[in-house]
């Protein structure tokens, strides 16, 4: 596998539209999506299961009225998706969410299930 380009990643270039970085992020925001966006990727795991977008800002979530996640560095929608193991534990892949946890933790952050459809990313 190819060395992780944040920057090719950032204007879209090897990654689906779907999962494309949403604006407005904070620099947590943006790093949480790198680390998201980079395993995902690594494992193969980038097939959104036709939403049209995997991650929201949290400007963008309150706008849409959602009830959680509305002050999280970054909003992960996973229903459908290949990347729902890294983040639902109905789906009973703990290697998967122990290796999301663990790319998050490198950067002082943690997903948190909101829902069964998505998560939020916050600073530890």
Same mark, same amino acid.
């Given at each position: 596998m190819?060395?992780?380009?944040?920057?090719?990643?950032?204007?879209g270039d090897?990654?689906?539209?779907?999962?494309?970085?949403?604006?407005g992020l904070s620099?947590?925001?943006v790093k949480a999506w790198e680390a998201v966006v980079h395993l &995902?990727?690594?494992?193969? @795991?980038l097939h $959104?299961?036709?939403?049209?977008h995997v991650f929201y800002s949290p400007a963008a979530w309150r706008a849409r009225g959602e009830e959680?996640?509305?002050?999280?560095? &970054?909003?992960i929608l996973? @229903?459908?998706? $290949?990347?729902?193991?890294?983040?639902?534990y109905d789906y009973g892949s703990y290697s998967a969410i122990e290796a999301m946890n663990q790319a998050l933790r490198e950067h002082d952050l943690f997903a948190e299930?909101?829902? $069964?459809?998505?998560s939020a990313v916050y600073k530890l």
């Open positions: 190819p060395e992780f380009d944040i920057e090719a990643a950032l204007s090897g990654i689906p539209p779907d999962y494309a970085c949403p604006e620099p947590e925001g &995902l990727q690594e494992k193969g @795991d $959104s299961g036709g939403q049209e959680y996640g509305r002050e999280s560095e &970054l909003v996973h @229903d459908g998706g $290949s990347h729902a193991a890294y983040f639902n299930g909101c829902t $069964s459809w998505y």
